[in-house]
């Protein structure tokens, strides 16, 4: 039985073997040099390969000589289903190539030949692409489209293509003049550095142009004479897209120039030298929308022609393989007022800290100025800031207060001082002691008496606070605005003195510039105001402008708070009435009436209504403090802010009746 079984066991092995024998006509081997022929193809390196017909090693320099135009792009190749014929076979190669943001995609046909037991390819120029030719190569072309504009009110030109010189020493113009000494009066005329720029001279080809500045063609004060002057400096004419001026909304705009050497690495093969990207703001941001698409052709050209020679060749050697047309960028417009904008970057000229005027339109929402000033050292303190509001945030507590029933016309209590947990709180310096007592909270707004709101927080729990914060539309999501901003960031729960600091705008409680406006911007439209800067937001669009996320940095104070904040929600559950912004407004005409904004009075047009800060910030003995003030005049709605500025009345009030005057 053992016998016979062992029988059977061996009859059946012999069985299976010679079905695998049968099997395997080849197709195994014929498949796994297919996928090395397609990996090698991808890798642009065949020089392992088992080559016919051509050695290996000058298939690989025909490979490398073929797709150099290309470099640095690789292709993907995929091999598909093999054809078995006997001791032949043939596989198709799909090939993807990305080139810029399109893809070129061809099939070409690959033939296999076994000798003994290895497969070897059939070298021919059409495995490379079908439609090549011996001795030809591929060429490549990229025509860049214009960079689009960004647009302001009116269709206004913010940035746009304005005439430039670039300024630099061109070698193949030197002639026998010493380049370092020529490097070195032309930084000197320039103003860079001399040092610098003389490396950057020397260590430049022979053949090179290098780039000392670039300046705007208009008023410029250095002349093509005095550069013409040195040996070997020139002075090109171009154009780059640029805003009116150097410094214009440069922080919400950002800017447009070539790629640097990191962006391009960056950017993984969609960038190139000489392209123009933007960087900050909202160039970068909408950088796809404004760049457009590259126009690319790839043609077939004889290999050895040089270009002087493809030029002058009737008619041209070259034949088109795959072309992309150029796509121009898609203008961006935004609801900027350049003269807004213009006038509140003036208005800020003169302030040494970090400093912000944002101007928003309450009937649309729209973005008329956000401007940061010099102190802000490029940083947007106007959108992205998070500062402790001080007391412009009694506008949130007041609404609180009158949900709880109270009216401007209640009765609270202004004391010199107040305690709470041990803590002592006081009015501002100065505080009028005729405004004392029992008093309107009409009159404690106006006068901003800290002691009287803090001692109302028992009315107004801090759940309160922050629903009457959305309720104006602060720390909650902007879907229209189309850029990065902080909206606020108020807490949901607070005891005790942390409690009683949010009641005057202090402890955890944080607003940028631009939502100080937003909040006074609601008032004024009797509802959520849901602000606006882009109004065509293509790609790069944030999701709700709630969250910065702005490159560059705070100014160096650390009340500049930068810390991650909660998420804002999509919306208010309970917007503030036309009834209770009635009531606010009511209390905001009062700060100029009989408040300490009596400034305001003067500004022509429409009555405004305001209302001043003062936050304290830091361990300093007095504290340091920064100055706020929000105002509605007509259908304006303003926020003026100055870090470290002292008091809100005193040091940002002028610069708001400043602003208001002229604005008109």
Same mark, same amino acid.
């Given at each position: 039985?053992?016998?016979?079984?062992?029988?059977?066991?061996?009859?059946?092995?012999?069985?299976?073997?010679?079905?695998?024998?049968?099997?395997?006509?080849?197709?195994?081997?014929?498949?796994?040099?297919?996928?090395?022929?397609?990996?090698?193809?991808?890798?642009?390196?065949?020089?392992?390969?088992?080559?016919?017909?051509?050695?290996?090693?000058?298939?690989?320099?025909?490979?490398?000589?073929?797709?150099?135009?290309?470099?640095?792009?690789?292709?993907?190749?995929?091999?598909?289903?093999?054809?078995?014929?006997?001791?032949?076979?043939?596989?198709?190669?799909?090939?993807?190539?990305?080139?810029?943001?399109?893809?070129?995609?061809?099939?070409?046909?690959?033939?296999?030949?076994?000798?003994?037991?290895?497969?070897?390819?059939?070298?021919?120029?059409?495995?490379?692409?079908?439609?090549?030719?011996?001795?030809?190569?591929?060429?490549?072309?990229?025509?860049?489209?214009?960079?689009?504009?960004?647009?302001?009110?009116?269709?206004?030109?913010?940035?746009?293509?304005?005439?430039?010189?670039?300024?630099?020493?061109?070698?193949?113009?030197?002639?026998?003049?010493?380049?370092?000494?020529?490097?070195?009066?032309?930084?000197?005329?320039?103003?860079?550095?001399?040092?610098?720029?003389?490396?950057?001279?020397?260590?430049?080809?022979?053949?090179?142009?290098?780039?000392?500045?670039?300046?705007?063609?208009?008023?410029?004060?250095?002349?093509?004479?005095?550069?013409?002057?040195?040996?070997?400096?020139?002075?090109?004419?171009?154009?780059?897209?640029?805003?009116?001026?150097?410094?214009?909304?440069?922080?919400?705009?950002?800017?447009?120039?070539?790629?640097?050497?990191?962006?391009?690495?960056?950017?993984?093969?969609?960038?190139?030298?000489?392209?123009?990207?933007?960087?900050?703001?909202?160039?970068?941001?909408?950088?796809?929308?404004?760049?457009?698409?590259?126009?690319?052709?790839?043609?077939?050209?004889?290999?050895?022609?040089?270009?002087?020679?493809?030029?002058?060749?009737?008619?041209?050697?070259?034949?088109?393989?795959?072309?992309?047309?150029?796509?121009?960028?898609?203008?961006?417009?935004?609801?900027?007022?350049?003269?807004?904008?213009?006038?509140?970057?003036?208005?800020?000229?003169?302030?040494?800290?970090?400093?912000?005027?944002?101007?928003?339109?309450?009937?649309?929402?729209?973005?008329?100025?956000?401007?940061?000033?010099?102190?802000?050292?490029?940083?947007?303190?106007?959108?992205?800031?998070?500062?402790?509001?001080?007391?412009?945030?009694?506008?949130?507590?007041?609404?609180?207060?009158?949900?709880?029933?109270?009216?401007?016309?209640?009765?609270?209590?202004?004391?010199?001082?107040?305690?709470?947990?041990?803590?002592?709180?006081?009015?501002?310096?100065?505080?009028?002691?005729?405004?004392?007592?029992?008093?309107?909270?009409?009159?404690?707004?106006?006068?901003?008496?800290?002691?009287?709101?803090?001692?109302?927080?028992?009315?107004?729990?801090?759940?309160?606070?922050?629903?009457?914060?959305?309720?104006?539309?602060?720390?909650?999501?902007?879907?229209?605005?189309?850029?990065?901003? $902080?909206?606020?960031?108020?807490?949901?729960?607070?005891?005790?003195?942390?409690?009683?600091?949010?009641?005057?705008?202090?402890?955890?409680?944080?607003?940028?510039?631009?939502?100080?406006?937003?909040?006074?911007?609601?008032?004024?439209?009797?509802?959520?105001?849901?602000?606006?800067?882009?109004?065509?937001?293509?790609?790069?669009?944030?999701?709700?402008?709630?969250?910065?996320?702005?490159?560059?940095?705070?100014?160096?104070?650390?009340?500049?708070?930068?810390?991650?904040?909660?998420?804002?929600?999509?919306?208010?559950?309970?917007?503030?009435?036309?009834?209770?912004?009635?009531?606010?407004?009511?209390?905001?005409?009062?700060?100029?009436?009989?408040?300490?904004?009596? $400034?305001?009075?003067?500004?022509?047009?429409?009555?405004?209504?305001?209302?001043?800060?003062?936050?304290?910030?830091?361990?300093?003995?007095?504290?340091?403090?920064?100055?706020?003030?929000?105002?509605?005049?007509?259908?304006?709605?303003?926020?003026?802010?100055?870090?470290?500025?002292?008091?809100?009345?005193?040091?940002?009030?002028?610069?708001?009746?400043?602003?208001?005057?002229?604005?008109?």
């Amino acid at each position: 039985m053992g016998k016979t079984k062992n029988l059977v066991l061996g009859l059946a092995a012999l069985m299976i073997a010679g079905s695998l024998s049968a099997c395997d006509d080849g197709r195994s081997g014929a498949e796994g040099a297919a996928k090395q022929l397609a990996s090698s193809l991808a890798a642009l390196d065949v020089g392992s390969l088992a080559v016919d017909g051509k050695d290996a090693a000058a298939a690989n320099e025909q490979l490398k000589a073929v797709f150099a135009a290309l470099d640095p792009a690789k292709p993907s190749v995929e091999s598909g289903a093999v054809k078995l014929d006997g001791d032949k076979a043939s596989v198709p190669l799909n090939f993807t190539w990305k080139i810029g943001t399109a893809q070129w995609k061809y099939t070409s046909q690959a033939a296999l030949k076994k000798s003994g037991d290895k497969w070897a390819v059939q070298w021919t120029t059409t495995l490379l692409e079908p439609d090549l030719k011996d001795g030809e190569v591929l060429d490549k072309t990229v025509t860049p489209p214009a960079r689009a504009e960004i647009l302001g009110a009116g269709d206004a030109k913010l940035i746009s293509y304005r005439p430039v010189v670039f300024v630099g020493i061109d070698k193949t113009t030197i002639g026998s003049a010493d380049p370092a000494a020529s490097a070195s009066k032309l930084a000197q005329l320039v103003g860079v550095d001399e040092a610098t720029y003389v490396k950057q001279v020397q260590a430049a080809g022979p053949q090179a142009f290098v780039s000392a500045i670039t300046l705007r063609q208009d008023g410029r004060t250095i002349t093509d004479q005095q550069i013409a002057a040195i040996p070997g400096a020139r002075a090109i004419p171009d154009s780059l897209p640029l805003a009116p001026t150097r410094t214009f909304a440069r922080a919400v705009l950002g800017s447009a120039a070539e790629a640097s050497a990191e962006q391009i690495q960056k950017a993984g093969g969609t960038l190139k030298a000489g392209d123009i990207v933007g960087t900050g703001g909202l160039e970068e941001q909408y950088d796809a929308q404004l760049r457009g698409q590259d126009g690319v052709s790839i043609k077939a050209r004889p290999q050895g022609m040089t270009d002087d020679q493809i030029k002058t060749a009737k008619p041209d050697p070259r034949r088109v393989l795959f072309t992309v047309n150029t796509k121009p960028g898609d203008p961006l417009k935004t609801t900027l007022d350049p003269r807004l904008q213009q006038l509140a970057e003036d208005t800020l000229a003169g302030v040494g800290p970090a400093s912000a005027i944002v101007a928003l339109r309450p009937s649309t929402g729209a973005v008329l100025a956000a401007a940061s000033g010099p102190g802000s050292n490029g940083y947007n303190t106007a959108m992205l800031g998070q500062y402790a509001p001080g007391s412009t945030f009694k506008i949130v507590d007041s609404l609180a207060l009158i949900r709880n029933g109270m009216t401007p016309d209640s009765k609270v209590e202004c004391t010199p001082t107040i305690t709470v947990d041990g803590r002592t709180f006081k009015n501002a310096e100065g505080y009028p002691a005729s405004s004392l007592g029992s008093v309107a909270l009409r009159d404690a707004f106006a006068h901003s008496c800290n002691t009287a709101f803090i001692s109302s927080r028992d009315k107004v729990s801090q759940a309160q606070l922050e629903s009457a914060a959305t309720s104006l539309g602060l720390a909650v999501q902007a879907p229209k605005l189309g850029a990065d901003a $902080f909206l606020g960031s108020v807490p949901a729960s607070a005891d005790g003195t942390e409690h009683a600091a949010s009641m005057i705008g202090q402890g955890k409680v944080l607003l940028s510039p631009f939502a100080a406006a937003l909040m006074a911007a609601s008032v004024a439209h009797g509802a959520p105001v849901s602000p606006q800067l882009v109004l065509n937001p293509g790609s790069g669009s944030p999701s709700t402008g709630a969250t910065p996320t702005a490159s560059g940095s705070p100014s160096s104070s650390a009340s500049a708070t930068v810390s991650a904040t909660p998420p804002a929600q999509a919306a208010s559950d309970k917007p503030v009435t036309p009834a209770e912004a009635a009531a606010l407004s009511d209390m905001m005409r009062a700060v100029v009436t009989s408040g300490h904004a009596g $400034f305001l009075a003067s500004v022509p047009g429409a009555p405004v209504g305001a209302k001043t800060g003062t936050a304290e910030f830091g361990t300093d003995n007095p504290p340091k403090t920064h100055a706020w003030i929000v105002a509605v005049h007509g259908d304006l709605a303003v926020a003026v802010f100055v870090e470290d500025g002292g008091l809100g009345a005193t040091t940002s009030g002028p610069l708001l009746k400043s602003f208001l005057t002229a604005a008109g």
